[in-house]
Structure formats: C-alpha cells, structure tokens
C-alpha cells in the first residue's frame, strides 16, 4: 500500500473520496487533483439540533450512521466516475467530536479495505484552509491564514501546502464558541453565528464592549471577557425589567469581534512581510469580517482569499483538497489501526 500511495505522486489524475463527520454535517465529495471538486454532498443535521439549542454529541453521531451510506452512493453517482476509478481515500480524523468522528473514519477504513486503496487522514483544521484552493485555483503559499471556526481561532504563516507555523492564537475561547455563547443569551436559534450576523445588520454600536487589553502586543486572541460581557449586560437588563436591545448588543459585540480579528490578522501579514491574507473556518462567513479583511488589505496592498459561502462551513470537499497535497508531499498515509481524536495539533 506504501508503494501505491507514492505511485499517486507521479499520476497526471488523482480522483480522492473524502469524508467529514467531525460534528453535524455528513459530507463525502471527490476531488480531482485537490482542485476540481466532481461531488460535494453534504446532508446537515441543524434542523434537528435546533430544538435543542446546540449540537447533542449523541445524537450527531447516531444521524451519522443513518446517513453516511446514502451520502456515499450520491457522492460517486452525482461526480459520474465508478469506484474503480477512485485513486485514495481521505477521511476527517480530527479534531471534533469522538462519537461523530468515528462514524466518518470506520466507514473510510471500511472503503479503503474493500476498495484496495490508500487511506489519507486529514486534520479538520488544515482541510478549512484548503477551502481556498478550491475557491481559488491560482492561490499557492505562501500565505497568512486567519483561522476562525468554533473550536479554534488562530494566525497561521503557510509557507508551503504542508508547512504551517502558529503565530498565534486564542488563550480562550475561540471566535465562533464566542459567538454561539452570546447567541444563546440573546435566545437565538442555533446556529448563532449568523443569527448575529443578520441581526446586526440592523443594529447600532451603542454598547462600548472591549477584549482583553493584555494581550494588545501579541497576536494572541481572547474572547472570554467580551462574553462574559455581554452575557451581564443582558442579565443585569433583564432585572430591571428593561427592553434587551437585541439588535444593538449583536452589532456591538460583532463589531468588536470583527475588529480585533482583523486588526491583528493584519498585523500578522505586517510582521512576516507576506501579502497574501487568506481566511478560513466558519466565522469566515461573518459578513462584517469579510467586508472588514476585505477593506484593510485593500488599505495595505495585501491580496484578500475567503472561500465561497459553502465551503467556508464544514464540508468534505476541503479535506479531499487538503489530501491531495498531502499525498504530494507522502504525508498522511494510515492504516487500518487509525482511530479519531478530539483534538490535534494546529
């Protein structure tokens, strides 16, 4: 299986099956040489979580195995090629939740055993930034990344497909957890994030909510205090029986979020003197980020990267991308022993 998966290195067309279940999306695509995206099926379970206010593990894990099947037999027939012509199989192991995650890897374990192929695994976090390569098939590191989902936040210096250096990252709660969380206090429906978005759309800055002052030097992130916050504010304007100006807390808050990520992810662009800013993970869908990023790297001559809409949320797609320059550089092959993890390293 070695030699096989090095013999990939040198063939001209490279047909990837890629599976993700790290949390509430069952995804498999195939990807053709990390860029060509022939299928990209992805069966979401936030109807079913939103009764619930959030992502039941359990739960996840059991709609997991319900769909997975489905989604693989529509994944081949929609990219129109036979198993026969798949050249590796990449699968999610990490991070995410354990339950959810092992749904994805068995079932890859399973394919790559019956199919006689190579089995790819895939860092969760690395796959969002090969989100860009398939929205931007002329972006090549290297490249700053700002990394903004609900498990992690962090600047990244790529230097190469395979050659990441954290340049920092949150000492908290990452971004999107932040969002949720105030989400949740504001009594809106799951998934916050762009529940907050909206409304802020329509909102004032007229809460003066700050972050950490601490960390003002570094390019490190902390999310916790602004959360906390907000969180009081609310409570403490609930017991006087006053009006939550809901519009105005999401726009407040989402504003100083927004600032502060791309303020120092500019910083992080200054410092290694590299013009290139790419974005990835879910928050990178936060409209008032994107038009921020967008505005200050035209300001400082940096050339901005954010994937489309669909591939910014979780989806298998980036990690069939993410795969393919993994098996150009011979890294990422596993065996049949291959477990998941909670979390990995960025």
Known sequence: MVQKYHDLQNKAEVNILAIESSCDETSISVVRNGREVLSNIVASQIDIHRRFGGVVPEVASR??????SNIFEEAITTAGI??????????????????????GVNF???????????????????????ANYISHPSLMPPFVCL????????????????????????VDDAAGEAFDKVARVLNLPYPGGPEIDRLAQSGARTFNFTVSKSLAGSLNFSFSGIKTEVINTVHNLEQKGAQVPTQDIARSFQECVTDELSQKAISACRQTGIKKLVVAGGVGANSMLKAKLSQQCKDNSIEFFSPVLKYCTDNSAMIGSMAYYMMKD????????????ANVEL
């Open 63 to 68: 709609n997991h195995i319900t769909a997975i």
């Open 147 to 170: 990394m903004v989902s609900g498990g992690h936040t962090a600047l990244l210096k790529v230097s190469d497909y395979n050659k990441m250096q954290l340049l920092g990252t949150t």
């Open 108 to 130: 890859a374990k399973g394919l790559a055993y019956s199919l006689d192929l190579p089995l790819i695994a895939v860092s969760h976090v690395h796959g969002h930034i090969a």
């Open 330 to 341: 011979g890294l990422g092959l596993a065996d049949l022993d291959l477990t998941a993890k």
């Open 82 to 103: 036979s198993r026969e012509q798949l050249d590796a199989i990449a699968v999610t192991y990490g991070a995410g939740l354990i339950g959810a995650l092992l749904v």
